[in-house]
């Protein structure tokens, strides 16, 4: 045996850990895949319909990521108060499609290009607004759709 210096953060009298295999993991990640390409899909057929032009506040970003955020708030509502989904249900739409959709690294590289060009109170405006709104999207659309809920089971 060498004298070697033993890592004092090293446990010696903990049991070697095994490696976790992701049973059933598969579906899961198929679903978000699927769905993930549903979601750019129509997002990319939003920027060809309503194309944003070098410089211009992005409109198209913006109403797409409030968009998106309004429907995950209904969605979360509906799967967890109403409808007992399917196990990759959530994953399909909610990650897949809603987060293909939903453009967030767009929205990041939006504001990079506006800095960039010298737009920086149009960054700035554009950074503020896209996080008021989509927080307020999500919050406005679980809360209208709880109520619309409770109408309707009276």
Known sequence: MRNEPIDPDADLHTPARRAVRPHGQ??????????????????????????????????TTLVVNVTGC?????????ITDVWAAHRLVRPFFGTGVLGGFTTFSTYAVDIQRLADGGNARTALAYLALTLLAALASVWAAAHLTRRVI?????
């Not at 409770?150 to 009276?154: A, D, G, N, S, T």
């Open 26 to 59: 598969a579906a899961v990640v198929a679903a978000v895949a699927v769905g993930g390409g549903i979601g750019a899909g129509a997002r990319y057929g939003a920027s060809l319909l309503w194309p944003t032009a070098a410089g211009a506040f992005p409109w």
């Open 150 to 154: 409770e109408w309707r089971q009276r």
């Open 70 to 78: 309004a429907i995950i708030g209904i969605f979360m509502v509906v």
